[in-house]
């Protein structure tokens, strides 16, 4: 599978915008780029996912490099309930393999500040 | 509408000792997944269902462990002769849809059951 890459941690603000980074320079043409994130004492919950363009929904926005060797979560306005590890998974689109099962890696612990 | 929920949410078990932990899906979900995730780490996938059919038990650690869903609903992750690197959160998570059909599908997971074995 397609490794991705993100930062231990970061920190913010809460009502100001956060940009959570990922790298995927591996990425093959087929993979779609999903972000989970998980609250403390919760399971993971699905926030976005994209492929070749950049995405909107309710959560987040998710900005796709033109090369698609990165992509970066953008929560709007951040608040204290965001806070929660974020988790950047490839998923392989191609048919056949075992693309039903997420990878995740460690994921980017973020913090908001009050 | 319900989640996914796991019963019990903390057990602690003396090694040695056998586990059982149930996971009921979205009412109507196909695919049932688990996962373990230790301290600090994020979650490791074991094994998945779709219906009552196991398709992939490729990330049981050992023989120990053993999964089921009889009836294609609620499903049992159990271990046998836990020992002190089963410690984890096993979480399940359940899909409305089959992933070879649906490429872009999401998971929804339960709380998770966290396992202490002393």
């Known amino acids: 599978d397609a490794k991705t890459t993100q930062p231990n941690s970061m920190e913010s603000n809460e009502e100001e915008p956060v940009h959570l980074p990922c790298n995927h320079s591996t990425i093959s043409g087929t993979d779609y780029i999903h972000w989970y994130r998980q609250l403390p004492s919760q399971g993971p919950e699905y926030v976005i996912h994209?492929?070749?363009s950049n995405v909107n929904n309710r959560m987040a926005s998710l900005a796709i490099a033109e090369d698609r060797k990165s992509s970066t979560l953008i929560l709007h306005r951040a608040t204290l309930r965001d806070a929660a590890v974020y988790y950047c998974?490839?998923?392989?689109?191609?048919?056949?393999?075992?693309?039903?099962?997420?990878?995740f890696g460690k994921g980017t612990l973020l913090t908001v500040n009050p | 509408g319900a989640g996914v929920s796991q019963s019990p949410r903390y057990k602690v078990a003396k090694r040695g000792q056998d586990v059982a932990l149930r996971c009921d899906p979205i009412?109507?979900?196909?695919?049932l997944f688990w996962y373990q995730q230790a301290l600090g780490q994020g979650p490791e996938f074991l094994t998945y269902f779709q219906n009552e059919a196991q398709l992939d038990k490729s990330g049981l650690p050992s023989d120990r462990f053993f999964a089921e869903r009889p009836e294609g609903s609620v499903s049992t992750l159990k271990i046998q002769r836990t020992q002190q690197e089963d410690s984890a959160v096993y979480l399940c998570?359940?899909?409305?849809?089959?992933?070879?059909?649906?490429?872009?599908?999401?998971?929804?997971f339960g709380p998770g059951t966290r396992l202490t074995v002393t």
């Open positions: 994209g492929l070749t």
């Open positions: 009412s109507g979900h196909v695919s």
């Open positions: 998974i490839l998923r392989d689109s191609a048919r056949g393999g075992s693309n039903y099962k997420l990878t």
């Open positions: 998570a359940s899909s409305s849809t089959i992933p070879l059909a649906d490429l872009s599908y999401e998971q929804y």
